[in-house]
């Protein structure tokens, strides 16, 4: 029976209390130290996979770096090389990677997730692209890399694609959250079993920052009636073609994104961006309970129809 009494030692409680404490911190400072010397172990030794695609599995590996190309004032496109020059990644549509590096020689690993932009079925190389943020760890350490440096990666499987799997997809990106958005809608147009028709809204702070233009174009050039891609630019350079402003229910609406739509009835919704971007498009809970309504909510799309990435 639990009963109540007076502490005759209070002193006691606090240092169990630390210890618990204490205890958490060197069991996350273990886990990631474990990685780390596994990571650091893969940089110089790395394993074989008997003749199947390096990413059919999950698993460390580190990777060398074969070229790099700046393709904006902030974002570069790092092209690594496979051990197998006669295979592909072994990656699904949509997959990403999970980067592990040690800037400086440090020995607590950085882990980043990024997301493959090359053809998931080229044989040789996987290529990322990434935007520099000042103060990231990850992307100036990868900024900083020059070719035959290397690089750990593990698979990590996201949005599970099959042909078909729904008539329209919907796919709403800020910034470099692009990425697996270009990754899906080049996965689906380039299947000649899959009929979905995919629609983009990227949201962008200027004109630069659309570093995917021409990929888009020769898409929308390649599958018309099946693909568009809507700009929407926070501040546009004079003159631009573009429109002015954030991703809101008019923009997304006017991009044939309205669930009401007949030929909407069975669509999908992705979103890929920055947190203040992805709160104004799902809603968030409030500190009492409450929740406040977004943009989809907005437009009628259920909890359901929306994957965040």
Not at 110 to 134: M, Q, S
Not at 210 to 224: C, G, H, N, Q
Request: aromatic share 8%.
């Amino acid at each position: 029976m639990f009963r109540v009494s007076a502490f005759r030692s209070p002193p006691r409680i606090r240092p169990t209390l630390q210890a618990n404490t204490m205890s958490v911190q060197v069991a996350v400072a273990a886990a990631v130290a474990g990685i780390g010397v596994y990571a650091l172990y893969l940089r110089r030794n790395n394993s074989a996979q008997d003749g199947k695609p390096i990413f059919s599995s999950f698993g460390f590996h580190s990777l060398p770096l074969h070229s790099t190309e700046l393709i904006n004032h902030n974002t570069k496109r790092l092209r690594f090389e496979l051990p197998d020059k006669s295979q592909a990644s072994g990656l699904s549509l949509t997959s990403a990677l999970l980067t592990v590096s040690f800037p400086n020689g440090g020995w607590i690993p950085v882990l980043r997730p990024y997301t493959p932009v090359n053809d998931l079925d080229e044989p040789g190389f996987v290529e990322l692209l990434v935007k520099h943020y000042p103060g990231g760890k990850q992307s100036t350490h990868l900024h900083s890399m020059k070719p035959g440096d290397r690089l750990t990666f593990a698979p990590i499987k996201e949005f599970a694609w099959t042909p078909n799997k729904h008539a329209h997809m919907g796919l709403i990106a800020g910034g470099a959250g692009i990425t697996p958005m270009y990754q899906l809608a080049r996965g689906i147009l380039r299947n000649p079993d899959d009929q979905t028709r995919v629609t983009l809204v990227w949201g962008v702070n200027t004109d630069a920052d659309i570093f995917l233009k021409d990929e888009f174009a020769a898409l929308e050039k390649a599958y018309p009636g099946r693909f568009k891609a809507v700009y929407v630019v926070a501040t546009p350079d004079p003159g631009s073609p573009h429109q002015k402003g954030f991703v809101t229910k008019q923009i997304l609406e006017k991009a044939g994104l309205n669930p009401r739509d007949e030929k909407n009835k069975d669509i999908k919704i992705l979103v890929c961006g920055p947190p203040p971007m992805e709160k104004a498009l799902k809603g968030a809970k409030g500190w009492m309970g409450g929740a406040s309504k977004g943009v989809l909510a907005e437009l009628g799309y259920r909890q359901d129809q929306i994957h965040s990435f």
